[in-house]
């Protein structure tokens, strides 16, 4: 049991499609954050929350969208996508900042 | 800007084999450090920390000790196993907290 749990952990689609991959942390934190992870490729931060509001946003393209409705709840929205954004999508949460961050199992994104 | 400077791997040792991973950073102060590891199919955990010079952190064998003077915080363990067999991210915070910056990752392979 992490304590981050993300669904799917697996998730096909095509480049038209509409998805959303879904985190959700059980450890009381403050600070959730997004991170793509791909082949021969340092990890990426893409988006940083803390109570509810986006502090950090990395130059992510708009075809993805972050939605965080509470601080125990963290989505990312997909339209549009690319073959190159083919990678694992990790979540991750915190206490505050500064302190470890604890990561979800991830989510194994494939675009057709 | 901060970063994190890991050795390529892959490292291939024989089971008991002593184990160093090097990495080396730049940064303005001197922040906390972090070891992650990722075992296949999962997320990152946090393996070890130190948040001053001097601090060794130690975990499951594991130990890093935060060298100030020659910017640096070796992975060492004196004996490894298979089940050691994972990726191993060095990573540090910058001055706001609120991102973490990884090294490249070196990828740790143990045979029996």
């Known amino acids: 049991e992490t304590g981050v749990t993300q669904t799917p952990r697996h998730l096909v689609m095509g480049m038209t499609n509409k998805k959303s991959l879904k985190c959700e942390q059980h450890l009381g934190h403050n600070a959730m954050y997004w991170y793509k992870q791909s082949a021969k490729k340092p990890l990426e931060l893409m988006f940083v929350y803390s109570l509810e509001e986006r502090v950090e946003n990395n130059s992510v393209p708009s075809r993805f969208s972050p939605e965080c409705p509470n601080s125990s709840h963290l989505f990312l929205h997909l339209h549009t996508l690319q073959p190159e954004d083919s990678a694992l999508y990790l979540c991750?949460?915190?206490?505050?900042?500064?302190?470890?961050?604890?990561f979800g199992d991830g989510t194994r994104l494939s675009i057709l | 800007g901060d970063s994190v400077t890991q050795m390529e791997g892959p490292v291939t040792l024989s089971e008991e084999a002593f184990l160093t991973i090097n990495c080396t950073y730049t940064a303005t102060g001197y922040p906390s450090l972090f070891w992650y590891v990722q075992y296949p199919g999962e997320g990152l955990q946090l393996l070890l920390k130190?948040?001053?010079?001097?601090d060794k952190g130690s975990n499951k064998g594991f130990e890093a000790t935060y060298r100030k003077e020659t910017t640096s915080f070796h992975l060492e363990k004196g004996s490894v196993q298979v089940s050691d067999s994972a990726v191993y991210f060095c990573a540090l915070p910058n001055n706001a907290g609120n991102m973490l910056t990884f090294g490249g990752g070196t990828r740790l392979m143990v045979k029996p």
């Open positions: 130190a948040t001053k010079a001097d």
């Open positions: 991750a949460s915190s206490h505050r900042f500064y302190q470890p961050q604890h």
